[in-house]
């Protein structure tokens, strides 16, 4: 396996190692020296290998003249790696860390097999494409994208813990002690400062109705907010995640398509806003809108939020429920897990 850069691009993984290890296969991975993925990896006591890696640019960067060296670098060591290990087929999670270990893979006739989350390819899965036996994709708008037949609609992994929590758990968690609804902010893995500073500019009238939940990104942490009942504040939650999001009613979030299609799994309605074009791709905007347009969310642009549009989408989320809830239970749109697995079986060289 292969994958990092970010949580996003290392958590499907994650998803898969417990069926792959059901169905009798080692996992091993390589990333890069010092990327969020080797923490992520070695907690769950893989063998991992560290490349030299250079970052993957659209924008002017002095780094730009320096960072190819590193790739090249980085496929060299992937090679001898892929060389050494023989493994059946590489499965990669995109992000640029995965783009030396793909090429290096072709140059060993290793297969591989790509997953790409968002609706449109990021860089390194379309330089990877060539390189690739079929690509896995969560949105059917993506097929269009995919060149030479190669594309395969599967939907996103969806880790299975996630779908074990408990709602009590979540409560307890929390503290909260009474029947109010539950509302969980997620503004991303590093936090949003514009979601966080209009949740808690309006955290006086959202309580009135609404326990709250706010994952709000390391170093985010506001003093002032302790021991506020019905208000519940994190920097980072990892093992607590599963029960916080069964507690939870309704969630407002970022756009990143693991999160938001582990809402899809747990019918949760949700109001998104998504990363702005100013400062990404682009790729949470479409997320965000073929979320919308199926029935399953409400968009807020960051650009157009602040405190009175807030508070008037979370109680048009809270009287619209029922539709949300229902347009999501009958998404064709499911968990990708299996249908992956599938793909890198019928593509893995067993010789």
Same mark, same amino acid.
């Given at each position: 396996?292969?994958?990092?850069?970010? !949580?996003?691009?290392?958590?499907?993984?994650l998803a898969l190692i417990?069926?792959?290890?059901?169905?009798? %296969?080692?996992?091993? %991975?390589?990333?890069?020296? +010092?990327?969020?993925? @080797?923490?992520?990896?070695?907690?769950?006591n893989i063998p991992y290998y560290s490349i030299s890696t250079g970052k993957l640019r659209r924008y002017f960067d002095f780094k730009n003249f320096t960072d190819p060296i590193k790739v090249v670098k980085g496929i060299l060591e992937a090679k001898k790696?892929?060389?050494?290990?023989?493994?059946?087929?590489?499965?990669?999670?995109?992000?640029?860390?995965?783009?030396?270990?793909?090429?290096?893979a072709y140059l060993n006739k290793v297969p591989v097999v790509a997953h790409e989350s968002d609706i449109t390819p990021g860089l390194a899965n379309k330089i990877s494409s060539r390189y690739c036996? @079929?690509?896995?994709?969560?949105?059917?708008?993506?097929?269009?994208?995919? *060149?030479?037949?190669k594309g395969v609609l599967t939907?996103?992994?969806?880790?299975?813990?996630?779908?074990?929590?408990?709602?009590?758990?979540?409560?307890?968690?929390?503290?909260?002690?009474?029947?109010?609804?539950?509302?969980?902010?997620?503004?991303?893995?590093?936090?949003s400062k514009v979601i966080n500073e209009t949740v808690r500019h309006i955290l006086k009238e959202v309580l009135k109705d609404y326990n709250i939940i706010h994952i709000c990104?390391?170093?985010?942490?506001?003093? +002032?907010?302790? +021991?506020?009942?019905?208000?519940?504040? $994190?920097?980072?939650? @990892?093992?607590?995640?599963?029960?916080?999001? !069964?507690a939870s009613d309704y969630v407002i979030s970022r756009a990143?398509?693991?999160?938001?299609?582990?809402?899809?799994?747990?019918?949760?309605p949700s109001i998104l806003i998504p990363l702005s074009a100013k400062a990404s791709r682009g790729d949470q905007i479409l997320n965000a809108n073929s979320f919308e347009k199926n029935g399953f969310s409400i968009v807020v642009q960051e650009d157009?939020?602040?405190? *009175?549009?807030?508070?008037?989408?979370?109680? %048009?989320?809270?009287?619209? *429920?029922?539709? $949300?809830?229902? !347009?999501? @239970?009958?998404?064709?749109?499911? +968990?990708?897990?299996? !249908?992956?697995?599938?793909?890198?079986?019928n593509n893995i060289n067993l010789i």
């Amino acid at each position: 396996m292969t994958g990092g850069g970010s !949580a996003g691009h290392v958590t499907p993984n994650l998803a898969l190692i417990p069926k792959l290890r059901e169905r009798g %296969y080692k996992i091993e %991975y390589i990333g890069s020296k +010092n990327g969020i993925e @080797k923490k992520i990896i070695e907690e769950e006591n893989i063998p991992y290998y560290s490349i030299s890696t250079g970052k993957l640019r659209r924008y002017f960067d002095f780094k730009n003249f320096t960072d190819p060296i590193k790739v090249v670098k980085g496929i060299l060591e992937a090679k001898k790696i892929i060389k050494k290990e023989k493994p059946c087929l590489i499965f990669s999670k995109g992000g640029f860390v995965s783009v030396p270990v793909v090429i290096g893979a072709y140059l060993n006739k290793v297969p591989v097999v790509a997953h790409e989350s968002d609706i449109t390819p990021g860089l390194a899965n379309k330089i990877s494409s060539r390189y690739c036996k @079929k690509i896995c994709v969560t949105f059917p708008e993506t097929l269009e994208h995919i *060149k030479d037949n190669k594309g395969v609609l599967t939907g996103t992994p969806i880790r299975n813990e996630l779908l074990q929590g408990s709602r009590l758990k979540g409560l307890n968690i929390c503290g909260f002690k009474n029947e109010k609804p539950v509302l969980m902010i997620i503004g991303g893995s590093l936090g949003s400062k514009v979601i966080n500073e209009t949740v808690r500019h309006i955290l006086k009238e959202v309580l009135k109705d609404y326990n709250i939940i706010h994952i709000c990104g390391k170093g985010n942490l506001d003093n +002032n907010l302790v +021991n506020i009942d019905g208000y519940k504040q $994190f920097d980072y939650v @990892k093992d607590e995640l599963k029960h916080l999001l !069964a507690a939870s009613d309704y969630v407002i979030s970022r756009a990143g398509a693991n999160t938001i299609f582990e809402l899809l799994a747990l019918k949760k309605p949700s109001i998104l806003i998504p990363l702005s074009a100013k400062a990404s791709r682009g790729d949470q905007i479409l997320n965000a809108n073929s979320f919308e347009k199926n029935g399953f969310s409400i968009v807020v642009q960051e650009d157009d939020l602040n405190s *009175k549009i807030l508070l008037e989408k979370i109680k %048009y989320l809270e009287n619209n *429920k029922g539709t $949300f809830i229902s !347009a999501m @239970k009958s998404s064709s749109l499911k +968990n990708g897990t299996d !249908a992956i697995l599938d793909v890198i079986e019928n593509n893995i060289n067993l010789i």
